[in-house]
């Protein structure tokens, strides 16, 4: 069992950045892998950055690529999520999640944690 929870969310203004990070109970396998994914108010919850735990390539989806940057400390069993020049469309609520594969499909992530709200103001 692996407990994550995140942290790090708030208000902020268009432009302005902010870090998350997600806080595991335990050493994860270093062959899983640490998932953002986000969920707007109305919409269907939706991948956001993966990469391992170990540490390698990352993967991010269109909408945040080149302005969000995954990473790891993996000794702290730590993920973070950076996240730069915010726009009001990236207001959600974010998880991290553990998955056992290296995919953006949702169903292949069997902890997640109780989120974070980020809010972008226009």
């Known amino acids: 069992q692996v407990q994550l929870v995140e942290s790090g969310g708030g208000s902020v203004a268009a432009g302005d950045s902010l870090r998350l990070t997600c806080a595991a109970s335990k050493r994860p396998y270093t062959g899983t892998v640490v998932a953002w994914f986000r969920q707007a108010p109305g919409k269907e919850r939706e991948f956001v950055a993966l990469?391992?735990?170990?540490?390698?390539?990352?993967l991010y989806s269109d909408s945040v690529k080149g302005r969000f940057t995954i990473s790891v400390d993996n000794p702290k069993n730590l993920a973070y999520l950076q996240m730069n020049s915010l726009k009001a469309e990236d207001t959600a609520v974010y998880y991290c999640a553990r998955g056992i594969r290296y995919s953006t499909d949702q169903s292949t992530y069997d902890y997640w944690g109780q989120g974070t709200q980020v809010t972008v103001a226009s």
């Open positions: 990469m391992r735990w170990r540490g390698g390539s990352q």
